[in-house]
């Protein structure tokens, strides 16, 4: 053992710290609150589901494993993207930088044609839409889809990998504010 | 359609563009390259499998659902920690504030015992480890374990949240790096 703290046997719920707040767990405020100032890379994921280019922002796009080479993410139940991005077959996941807000906007809003801009993107030569001043993105074959409350992770198979130099300076969202690196101070 | 962009019928990779390098996703290098400046928050994840307290700092930990509850993160085949974790029935996932870094640093070091210090650590009422100076945390119960590589995707089913002032100064993680919130530029 690797100290004398002693395993409790009641069950009752965890005691609030002074200067914080226990929620209910059925309420989804309390989850809400407790993610929104969790900080999150930006990525715009495109498909093509066969009726046409598709795509979200998602700021829950994580590395899996490097070998072989997974990436995942969460899509919304709530989202009308989520089923077309669902039903492709592979995707672009393009990791946003910080001059890239402009697109991590468009993506996130509904009601408008995120595609009306045929010049910010053009499709691959395997047919997903690529914005066209995306630095950083992978193209991945989608190999799971798990069903998780109403929303659906994805884990996907990297199939190419694009770096570049503007990846030093990555967007992050955090309580409905966007940032970048490394503007802010180091924590040492 | 949403615009006259066309979907050549070629398979040939995607070109490089200027200033960008395409990496051959074989190798892990070009993999870890593209998410290596993604900017993640940070949490520690701490357990109980029966055997004493487990834990380990972890940059993937996402929110999935609000309703119900869901959050999931991923575990390197690799960490020895992965195992325990994954055989443990709740986790306790604490969002990390820029003040914990000692925490994020110390969850992320091999060969140390990372509960040494008795004082920095308490047990919940239900048994697992609580970092006494964590401000946002969840406690939750693994829900599915699904294999991905060599790694495994844990989605758990939030029981309980707590939250607090000092979630407004998350700790980042961006190549290598710790930052904080909002000292960064705000993107507009």
Known sequence: MHSDNTRAGATA???PSPGGRVRDPACPEGFKAAFRHHPAGVAVVTADDG???VGLTATSVIPVSAEPPLLAFSLSGRSSTTPRITAAETVVVHLLAAGQVEAARRFA???IDRFADTAAWRRLPTGEPLLCDADVWLRARIAERVPAGGSTLIVAAV???RTGDESR???VYQDRTWYTLPGSATVD
């Open 159 to 161: 199939l190419h990998v």
């Open 109 to 111: 809003t509904s009601g």
């Open 51 to 53: 009726e046409g280019p």
């Open 13 to 15: 719920a965890p005691a």
């Open 169 to 171: 300076f990555p967007l």
